[in-house]
């Protein structure tokens, strides 16, 4: 998936370039590798239409809108607290664990540190 995500930002540099915005200072680029992919699948239309500029004003005005950075703001957090599941081992509300994981479906992640619970460990000396 990781060549095909590179294959459509090459082909989007519109989107590539918007994408690239929402990487964090500091985040490794195995995490981001990762984390693009997330934002990617799941930003639908909050993501620039790839080629060139829009000719249309109305779409930059769109863009601006209260929803709309609401809901980039909320995926910006989906993607992070994943991405802090999967490489941190971070747990969060079952609510927002469903909802990360369902959002990351399909995306593969092989390189991913093997993390124990204290429940686990727990469970281990009993």
């Not at 690239?20 to 239409?49: C, I, M, Q, V, Y």
Request: with cysteine; proline share 4%.
């Amino acid at each position: 998936m990781a060549q095909e995500v590179s294959e459509y930002l090459s082909q989007n540099p519109r989107v590539a370039a918007w994408v690239e915005t929402l990487r964090s200072d500091g985040e490794t680029d195995k995490h981001w590798r990762h984390r693009r992919e997330f934002l990617l699948r799941n930003a639908g239309d909050l993501a620039p239409a790839g080629g060139a500029a829009s000719a249309h004003p109305e779409e930059a005005a769109d863009a601006e809108s209260g929803t709309r950075s609401r809901q980039l703001q909320q995926l910006i957090s989906f993607s992070m607290a994943w991405a802090n599941h999967v490489f941190l081992g971070c747990r969060y509300p079952q609510k927002v664990m469903d909802k990360i994981l369902s959002m990351a479906e399909g995306i593969k992640v092989t390189d991913a540190p093997i993390h124990t619970t204290r429940d686990e460990l727990v469970a281990k000396k009993g």
